[in-house]
């Protein structure tokens, strides 16, 4: 019974393909998150999907867009991939808004 | 100045040794706190909560120190399991997600 999944698990991909990472939670919570983890480890939040509202952290370039189709997925698109873009892309969700979190076992893109 | 703030390591310890960590915040109307554990190329576990009046579990105990702005996690009788990074999290007022820190790697050594 998984709480949080991710699909794919691993990601190896040329710069400038499209790619899209898929992200489905069966905990019932109504806020779902997408962070990237870089090469020294550091979590940053990219998007907070709360209700329908869309949290952008200002700082993630507009080629990344996430997609929700209804509370239990949130996806994430990626368009041109670039090298920088290689890391660990973890989704998690919450039981309410900014709350402890749930993560799911991460996807793993590497952009050569 | 970051939100949160912790000693990267690595703490090498020995089986059975205590260990202790700490984490401090920027915001002193911080309310939430809690301590994630992160195995080797695995996702972040919520490992507990930090309550104003300090909470233990089995071997851990978290505290919070508001004056000094620190929450603390203190690991008893060290296991080679505990071997992991160790996250602290804080949610400032009015904020839309949580605050990582960097972490705390530690390695118990046989």
Known sequence: DTAVSQTPKYLVTQMGNDKSIKCEQNLGHDTMYWYKQDSKKFLKIMFSYNNKELIINETVPNRFSPKSPDKAHLNLHINSLELGDSAVYFCASSQVFVAEQYFGPGTRLTVT | RKEVEQDPGPFNVPEGATVAFN??????????????????????????????????????????NRA???????????????????????????????????????????
């Open chain 2, 23 to 64: 984490c401090t915040y920027s915001n002193s109307a911080s309310q939430s706190f809690f301590w994630y554990r992160q195995d080797c190329r695995k996702e972040p576990k919520l490992l507990m909560s930090v309550y104003s009046s300090g909470n233990e579990d089995g071997r851990f105990t978290a505290q919070l």
């Open chain 2, 68 to 110: 000094s702005q620190y929450i603390s996690l203190l690991i008893r009788d060290s296991k080679l399991s505990d071997s992991a990074t160790y996250l602290c999290v804080v949610i400032p007022p009015g904020a839309n997600n949580l605050f990582f820190g960097t972490g705390t790697r530690l390695t118990v050594i046989p």
